[in-house]
């Protein structure tokens, strides 16, 4: 199984980690993500004025081009492929996913859209579908089979999932139910670490607020992370590269200033999943990007290092 | 040599064609480009031409048709006049130049954000695409831009000649082209290896080798620069120094 | 307590309209239970709270509405949306109230000043984010 897959702006330069994690993953469990070969910034976070057409063009060129894809792909696979595409980023994923609602639903704004894309030979038909890649890990995949291919159970980690906001919100763009979501739970459990229950799942960590208005983060990270070592998680895991970089960067801001004295490791949810199927080398884990290194704290448990693992 | 030709044409009765400069009704020739246009008109241009070759970017215009709501941009020195054209010639394009080391910046995305943001604001309209004489896709540079894929932005911006059409038409109010620039500088610097041709001749002109051909350009009087202009050989590279 | 008669002018009335118009939200379904005050992440840093934005639009008090700094804290979390039983789009009427105030004066775009150490690691998305949230475009 393929799926045409939309890697988003981060993934390609400063979340490199996650995406590459991810496409490892999906080729071990046979549902492979083939990246768009073209492809713009969606605008990360969705409009919600009704008039305002010109930030909706950007997605929308983003399905017409996922659709020719999924043709291609079609064409040279000589499969099935779902008219899907499958997004990384929690944010592409709830623009994508908002507009094309919106535009399925309202033709007068798809057609004015279209005009625009009428230069590069591209129409959006409407007919696509935009999923996360958790959406495909839990309903194409199966817990089951990710169960099954653990080579390496994440013994001794107790994970705070973090879904953020934008994979719950709103209605028409989640993926699990807005007040209990257990979709990343699911995950860790199947991955063999301890699920930490918390209420502050969905607890918005400031967003592009880190530009300009850093205090607000600030505040709240400290918050979330008081939360998540109270109820005594040592690591957390997110779906977005902006709430990687808030809760990493701030953790730095806080410990600087006094306010906290350790700080807790942040992981994509692809980065712990590759880690427990086995997945090889560690060059595709690009811990470097991240600002609170997480490697010590892997060591410490075994879960990297030749020492131990072999 | 433009001269002779509209005389030879205007003795032998040519077809006009009406178009519109600044609102004003004008015939002209058919087969002239929008410059020469513009000059047969009585205009003289004294900002916004250059080579009249198609190569330095100098000569933007913006017109429309008639019967067709599209705004069209070109440069005026390689486009010939159609009837029922309304334009114009731009002299400047305003766009904000930020000054920066090359050696203080690394070849990622947030190099170029560092000192362009408004990257950031592109809305995938593909305005600037549709505008660029050199059917550059902008659009996709830009895009490439955001993603860190300097490479790709440097080979697919390699043909623009800054004319600016990109940055007038842009709803996000990006310099494109100083942009491209960026991206160019970095991905020459850091992603590919320096010639060792290149090296030589840096490294020729810090010891001061071509010095004395300068100086004796500097100071020769007009008459004989423009003799040596005219009668320079492009062939003759061995001496060295002759073309410059 | 002192109190203050509220003046439905003409003007109020086109405020209210725009803001209705721009977000696709009905205000007047608003019954003020403050759920959505309760539920925001962000409303001990806003001057007026949630649903005290949504009442000075319902009565049209522009000004109030217009001076606060609530719909620039907000961060577009949809949390208020996602709760309000009676389904007016908060974060929507949030985001109009931006909106309203960038076309009418675009000069409130901040020019974005970033240190040195978010030039290297700042993932573009915080600034394609704030881009579409604080400027007119």
Redesign the interface.
């Known amino acids: 199984m393929k799926y045409s897959y939309f890697p988003g702006c981060n993934l390609k330069t400063n979340s490199v980690g996650f995406e590459e994690t991810a496409i490892a993953v999906s080729k071990k469990l046979n549902a492979e993500l083939v990246e768009m070969p073209e492809w713009n910034c969606c605008g990360t976070i969705h409009t919600q004025t009704t008039d305002n057409l010109m930030k909706r063009i950007a997605p929308v060129r983003n399905l017409a081009r996922a659709a020719e894809h999924v043709k291609n792909l079609e064409n040279s696979s000589k499969e099935v492929i779902h008219k899907q595409v499958v997004t990384l980023c929690s944010m592409c994923n709830s623009t994508l996913k908002i507009v094309n609602a919106e535009v399925k639903e309202d033709t007068d704004k798809l057609e004015p859209i279209n005009w625009q894309l009428e230069y590069d030979n591209l129409e959006y038909k409407g007919d696509m579908e935009v999923k996360h890649f958790l959406e495909i890990l839990r309903d194409d995949i199966g817990y089951e089979t990710i169960m099954e291919s653990v080579e390496k159970p994440l013994k001794g980690m107790r994970i705070a999932s973090y879904y953020g906001c934008m994979l719950l919100h709103p209605e028409i763009a989640k993926i699990d139910d807005q007040e209990a979501p257990t979709v990343m739970e699911s995950i860790v459990q199947a991955l063999g670490a301890e699920v930490i229950d918390w209420p502050f799942f969905k607890f918005c960590c400031g967003s592009y607020h880190i530009v300009g208005e850093e205090d607000l983060v600030n505040i709240q990270v400290h918050t979330l992370i008081d939360a998540a070592k109270k109820r005594n998680a040592n690591s957390i895991i997110v779906a977005c590269p902006l709430c990687r970089y808030n809760l990493e960067h701030e953790q730095i801001e806080l410990i600087k200033n006094g306010k906290m004295k350790n700080s807790l490791p942040i992981f994509y949810f692809t980065q712990l999943m590759a880690l427990a199927l086995g997945i090889k080398p560690m060059k595709l884990y690009h811990f470097e990007e991240h600002l609170v290194n997480p490697k010590p704290f892997l060591k410490e448990l075994g879960l990297i290092g030749r020492k131990k693992s072999k | 040599m433009s001269k002779t030709k509209s005389e030879t044409k205007q003795s032998a009765e040519p077809e006009k064609v009406r178009i519109y400069i600044m609102g004003s009704r004008y015939d002209v020739p058919t087969g002239l480009t929008i410059m020469k246009a513009m000059e047969y008109a009585g205009f003289k241009i004294t900002r916004g031409a250059g080579c009249r070759a198609g190569f330095c970017g100098a000569c933007s215009t913006v017109y429309r048709k008639a019967g067709d709501f599209r705004i069209y941009a070109a440069l005026a020195c390689q486009t010939p006049v159609e009837d029922g054209m309304v334009l114009t010639q731009l002299p400047f394009v305003p766009a904000p130049k930020p000054k920066y080391k090359i050696d203080d910046l690394r070849p990622s995305a947030n190099s170029i954000l560092r000192y362009y943001p408004e990257v950031a604001r592109c809305l995938s309209c593909n305005a600037c695409t549709r505008v660029c004489p050199q059917e550059i896709n902008v659009m996709n540079y830009i895009q490439d831009c955001l993603h860190g894929k300097l490479a790709k932005a440097a080979e697919e911006s390699f043909d623009c000649v800054q004319c600016g059409l990109c940055t007038i038409r842009c709803p996000a109010e990006i310099p494109q082209y100083h942009v491209a620039m960026l991206a160019r500088r970095l991905h020459g610097k850091y992603n590919i290896p320096t010639p060792k041709y290149l090296e030589i001749r840096v490294k020729e002109l810090e010891d001061g080798k071509y010095e004395e051909g300068f100086q004796e350009l500097m100071t020769i009087d007009k008459k004989k620069l423009k003799e040596r202009y005219t009668t320079r050989d492009f062939m003759d590279q061995k001496k060295g120094g002759g073309d410059e | 307590m002192p109190f203050e008669y509220i003046k439905m002018d003409k003007e109020a009335l086109k405020f209210i309209d725009t803001i209705e118009?721009?977000?696709?939200s009905n205000v007047y379904l608003c019954y003020d239970c403050g759920k959505c005050s309760s539920g925001c992440?962000?409303v001990y840093?806003m001057d007026l709270t949630v649903n005290q934005v949504i009442s000075y639009i319902k009565t049209g008090q522009k000004e109030k509405v217009l001076s606060a700094n609530s719909p620039w804290?907000c961060?577009?979390?949809?949390?208020c949306?996602?709760r309000c039983p009676r389904e007016v789009?908060i974060?929507?009427v949030m985001?109009?109230v931006r909106?309203y105030t960038l076309r009418n004066e675009p000069e409130r775009l901040?020019r974005?000043?970033?240190t040195d150490e978010?030039?290297?690691?700042?993932?573009?998305?915080?600034?394609?984010?704030?881009?579409?949230?604080?400027?007119e475009?």
């Not at chain 3, 118009?21 to 696709?24: A, H, P, R, T």
């Not at chain 3, 961060?75 to 949390?79: D, E, G, K, P, V």
């Open positions: 118009e721009i977000s696709g992440a962000f840093k804290v961060s577009s979390c949809l949390t949306t996602v789009d974060a929507a985001e109009a909106e901040k974005i000043e970033l978010m030039k290297k690691n700042l993932p573009n998305i915080a600034l394609v984010g704030s881009y579409r949230k604080k400027s475009l």
